[in-house]
């Protein structure tokens, strides 16, 4: 290997290929040509190091805990900016000017409300259906309502659509919420900002006044901040793959919250309150379920352990759990899954089974705790990821469409049978 590419040597020849540099973090080893050269295709199950483009969003180093929006460091964005600023950042590469802030937030304003249509369609859900579900199948009902965005090629059609799918997401997911309530379906108000629009649109009561809450709304804007993006993750690379095709943005999105409601990828911070009950009601034995963890015989997991590149710390999670700290001081509120949450992960965090797996928290332990304070039910959890991930699958959207990557379409190694000769049902 040289420095600036790479040879294999395979039946008896050798073959170059070229690396791909980077700004800063992994270099890529550009096989474009390694099937037509050579017949061999790559194999790498869950795409553990396979780089599937080239991105100027967001970079995340997992053995140092970085992670960086555009560049700046998340614990800086966290501390100084606001969600509708980071929406702006990831969308459009700089942080804005007064009056492209301004100017941002009246157009997304422009569209604050949704379709009446669409309140039939959330009507025929069972009340206990799935959030997610319901947020799913939504948003890429919204496709019909807004024409103007299914086919979209230049930036400023991309610009509208993204700032339409904004304004209309947060309508979506406060109305799946309203549904599980059965409470009625409210609009937006166009004198509050984004965050407060949304909390007000999710959590008003028919029966009284509605109070904005500080305290509420900034920790929901610091959350929402911290799930904004994560570059190829699972349902990004899901709306990556969907938009690849040149299916529109709300569809595409449609499919990204559908990977986002696993329980391995955002479904885990409802998983982890579920997990922390459960250990709860079982006596307090947080020894017990690391034992659970640990037994390859039992499926069971440590939710919110763990994650596919931050093999150090998860920023995210040192941000969140310090929130965790101040929200519940300052709501008064004493939570015995905080509790059972600090014991788990002071146990883990000294077993070797979790040290040399270099299994840390990640960012869904300790936010479920926060939404909790908050009084969002947990079924809700994952949308509220969902509502903070939107910037993030959109700019990685419309990265994907302005570059012109080509559709997604992976290859497989063929394990099955060979070429056999149909046997009529009768000679079976
Ligand atoms: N509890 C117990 N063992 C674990 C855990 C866990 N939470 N996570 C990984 N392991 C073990 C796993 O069994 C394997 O052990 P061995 O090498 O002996 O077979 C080893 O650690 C490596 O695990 P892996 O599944 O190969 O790692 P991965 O990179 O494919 O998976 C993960 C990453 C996040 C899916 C996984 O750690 C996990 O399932 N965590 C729990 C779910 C969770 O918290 N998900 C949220 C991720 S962060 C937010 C997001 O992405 O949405």
């Not at 304004?167 to 609009?187: D, E, V």
């Not at 099955?416 to 046997?423: C, D, F, I, L, W």
Request: overall charge negative.
């Amino acid at each position: 290997m040289s420095d600036n590419k790479v040879t294999l040597n395979y039946d008896g020849k050798s073959f170059e290929y070229p690396i791909v540099d980077s700004t800063i973090g992994d270099r890529g080893i550009d096989i474009s040509k390694l099937r037509d050269q050579t017949g061999l295709i790559t194999l790498d199950l869950g795409y553990k190091n396979t780089g599937a483009t080239i991105s100027e969003i967001t970079y995340l180093d997992g053995d140092k805990g970085e992670l960086f929006y555009r560049g700046y460091p998340i614990e800086q964005i966290a501390e100084k900016s606001n969600f509708t600023e980071v929406m702006y950042l990831l969308l459009h590469g700089e942080l804005p000017s007064t009056e492209q802030f301004s100017s941002f937030e009246n157009n997304i304003k422009k569209y604050n409300f949704v379709a009446d249509e669409l309140k039939k369609l959330i009507d025929v859900f069972p009340r206990s259906a799935h959030p997610m579900g319901v947020l799913s199948s939504l948003t890429s009902a919204l496709t019909a309502f807004n024409p103007k965005a299914v086919d979209v090629k230049s930036k400023e059609e991309l610009d509208l659509a993204a700032e339409l799918m904004i304004a209309k997401f947060s309508h979506l997911c406060a109305w799946t919420y309203r549904k599980t309530q059965g409470l009625p379906i409210n609009h937006g108000d166009n004198s509050l900002n984004y965050v407060e629009n949304f909390y007000k649109m999710a959590f008003r009561l028919p029966y009284e006044e509605f109070e904005i809450d500080p305290v509420v709304v900034e920790a929901l804007d610091k959350l929402l901040i911290l799930h904004a993006d994560h570059e190829q993750n699972c349902s990004t690379s899901t709306v990556r793959m969907v938009g690849s095709a040149h299916t529109g943005l709300f569809a595409s999105i449609s499919a990204g919250v559908s990977a986002l409601w696993g329980p391995l990828h955002g479904g885990a911070n409802q998983a982890v309150i579920e997990m922390l009950e459960m250990i709860e009601k079982d006596g307090g034995d947080v020894s017990k379920y690391v034992a659970k963890a640990k037994d390859k015989e039992d499926s069971f997991r440590l939710m919110g352990f763990g994650h596919r590149v931050y093999k150090n710390f998860d920023p995210r999670a040192k941000i969140i759990k310090k929130a965790a700290d101040d929200i519940l001081g300052k709501l008064g509120i004493q939570d015995k899954a905080l509790d059972i949450a600090m014991q788990l992960e002071r146990v883990a965090l000294e077993d070797d089974y979790f040290v040399e797996r270099k299994l840390y928290p990640n960012v869904d332990f300790y936010s479920g705790i926060i939404y909790r304070a908050l009084g969002i039910p947990t079924e809700m959890f994952t949308v509220m990821f969902a509502l903070g991930r939107l910037p993030g699958w959109i700019s990685q959207w419309k990265e994907m469409r302005l570059k012109g990557d080509p559709i997604g379409r992976p290859r497989q190694v063929y394990q099955g049978a060979e070429k056999r000769n149909y046997v009529d049902i009768a000679s079976r």
